[in-house]
């Protein structure tokens, strides 16, 4: 190996690169892909898919919603009604008030408004306090478990689901202190 100048090898090192600049610069640099907003030949706008929509995410339904909203709790007031107006072991609890009907229709009203205040319709229960309401009524446990078995029936039959029923007798039950004052 021959030990050559500084002067000399920098010089060979620069024709060296010099040349593959050449080389590579002859060749031309890489075709770029064509730009997503024109098309292949440089032109228009090319005319682009919509953007993918982000899914929302869905709102879960409130009791009420699952209930039927206005009509389905409406429903299932007027049947329940009917189930405690027919009960022979409830006749002492509701004998005077399926006899007026401005009260029974007071009543029914006031189920439904409470039923929606308390599943989530965003009604506001203008009725009574429970206790005020019940005062003097005199109702026992045992009325109140009739009340809570035509209830459960009601549901059923309405195929409601069991965990929202379970919601509902969740709320039911913070009310029976409130109601049985006996």
């Known amino acids: 190996m021959r030990k050559g100048t500084f002067a000399g090898d920098r010089e060979r090192w620069l024709a060296v690169v010099l040349a593959l600049g050449f080389a590579v610069g002859a060749c031309g640099p890489p075709h770029p892909a064509p730009h997503p907003l024109t098309e292949g030949d440089g032109g228009s706008p090319a005319e682009l898919p919509p953007p993918p929509q982000q899914a929302t995410p869905a709102v879960p339904k409130t009791l009420y919603d699952r209930l039927g909203g206005k009509e389905g709790v409406g429903q299932l007031i007027e049947a329940f009604v009917q189930k405690l107006y027919g009960e022979k072991r409830l006749n002492r609890a509701f004998a005077k008030l399926k006899k007026d009907a401005a ?80």
């Open 103 to 182: 009260r029974d229709t007071k009543f029914r009203e006031m189920l439904a408004e409470q039923l929606c205040a308390e599943t989530g319709g965003g009604c506001t229960y203008a009725g009574k306090e429970m206790k005020i309401a019940h005062k003097g009524l005199r109702i026992t446990n045992a009325e109140w478990h009739v009340f809570i078995e035509k209830f459960t029936e009601i549901l059923v039959e309405r195929k409601v689901e069991e965990d929202d029923q379970s919601e509902i007798f969740s709320m039911l039950g913070k009310m029976q202190k409130e109601v049985v004052l006996k």
